[in-house]
């Protein structure tokens, strides 16, 4: 079967393929919002940079009410709204906020020159993909071209829990969209591949922070007080396990702990302790009983210590359910353009990711965009200051996304 034929297109009808020029003025675009990274909703001259870009091909961007993002249509004639289109509109995500870490890279010409700031998730990659593709979009709409109405999605604050897309859907940003779809950059997968998986592909992701307190007294008799130390290590112990045990194993719902203080002298026991970490899960149903279940865990095993807590439950995010439809649009978008061999089956990550948000409100998929370079050993891991993007990636999201948009010309039903 020939790529053409498997894709139900042939090759006339399938154009955006990238341009060295573009290509170019991408890497460019990328380069300088790696040195300028900036932390959730304070992206704003990351969006400023966007939006000038956006203007200057004939688009008009709106920022988000936050301040920081935008939302762009492509399409779509002056004053027309977009929930009475006949066709919904297909939206493209990114991210684009960076990390408070700093950036390792050595010998890089493009590092981050911001103290402790870092792309170190690859959100300008995904940017510049989003970006990228409304430029051909709209080279293809002033030529008559455009089958159908696009909406690009530059999202502030991915990072910061519970995710900067609760903040844009209440803005608005899928009023009239029938389907959305998102890359995320995989170090693990080489550049010109992504990775594709039907259902969750992350994991939902919570934190939770508790206090214990107890009277105190002298380690000597340690019986005639709470033995404070010895009930948070038991609560950093038994707590995981005992919430291992009340759902299906299948869930995945595991409690890992990031810090945990007390006490400042060896001979006394202290009056307080603290321990934070996050609870992470694979299955949505099992995420929602969450709280409950991490909440009855804790309690049972402070109060067999004597020690009075105090939780303190943050909600992050669901795991991201890519729908089969979706799914499978994006996997065709991808062997039309670069052929069968370029597109594998992922895992589920126990990453989170607030993409899930959009998710809860109409079908989409995320689909993981590999970044490796060609023949490099050596895994630089998301979230690590040595993290850095074969920039050939930028090319394959833009012609992804531009073939979606061809092949999925209907849309999904809002």
């Given at each position: 079967?020939s ?9 006339d ?22 040195m300028?990274?900036?932390l ?15 203007e ?5 961007p ?6 920081t ?5 492509i ?22 906020d ?26 300008d ?9 409304g ?33 844009a859907i ?18 693990r ?18 934190r939770?922070?508790?206090a ?116 499978e ?6 062997v039309?353009r ?40 050596t ?12 920039e ?23």
């Amino acid at each position: 079967m020939s790529l053409e034929s498997e894709a139900g297109l042939s090759g006339d009808v399938l154009p955006g393929v990238l341009s060295e020029s573009l290509h170019a003025e991408l890497v460019a675009f990328r380069r300088d919002l790696h040195m300028h990274p900036e932390l959730g909703n304070q992206e704003f001259r990351t969006t400023a940079a966007i939006k000038e870009r956006l203007e200057q091909a004939g688009l008009r961007p709106r920022v988000l009410s936050t301040g920081t993002g935008l939302v762009c249509d492509i399409g779509l004639a002056e004053g027309e709204h977009p929930e009475h289109l006949p066709v919904p509109l297909l939206a493209l995500r990114a991210d684009i906020d960076a990390l408070p870490i700093p950036d390792a890279k050595t010998d890089c010409p493009y590092r981050s020159t911001v103290p402790d700031r870092a792309h170190a998730c690859g959100h300008d990659v995904h940017t510049t993909v989003v970006l990228g593709t409304g430029l051909v979009l709209a080279d293809l709409h002033a030529k008559g071209l455009l089958p159908r109405p696009v909406r690009l999605l530059f999202q502030p604050a991915e990072e910061v829990l519970p995710g900067g897309a609760l903040d844009a859907i209440e803005d608005g940003v899928l009023t009239g969209v029938g389907r959305i779809l998102a890359v995320h950059c995989d170090p693990r997968v080489e550049a010109g591949r992504i990775g594709l998986r039907h259902g969750p592909i992350t994991s939902a992701c919570d934190r939770v922070e508790i206090a214990l307190d107890g009277p105190g007294g002298h380690t000597a008799r340690p019986h005639l007080t709470t033995d404070l130390v010895t009930a948070a290590a038991r609560v950093a112990i038994d707590v995981p396990a005992v919430v291992a045990r009340r759902v299906d194993t299948r869930a995945g719902l595991a409690v890992t702990w990031g810090r945990i203080e007390s006490g400042h002298a060896p001979n006394v026991i202290p009056q307080h302790a603290e321990l934070s970490g996050t609870v992470r899960c694979l299955d949505l149903e099992a995420w929602r009983q969450a709280p409950d279940i991490v909440h009855a865990a804790i309690d049972e095993v402070a109060t067999l210590h004597r020690a009075k807590s105090e939780i303190t439950y943050m909600r992050g995010v669901p795991p991201v359910v890519n729908d089969r439809e979706s799914t499978e649009l994006l996997r065709r978008a991808m062997v039309a353009r670069r052929g069968m061999k370029s597109v594998e089956s992922t895992e589920q990550s126990l990453g989170g990711e607030d993409f899930s948000w959009y998710l809860e409100q109409v079908p989409g998929a995320l689909a993981r965009l590999g970044v490796r370079r060609p023949g490099e050993r050596t895994v630089r891991d998301l979230h690590q200051g040595d993290f850095d993007a074969d920039e050939h990636a930028i090319t394959v999201g833009v012609e992804l996304f531009t073939a979606a948009v061809f092949l999925d010309r209907n849309g999904a039903q809002s």
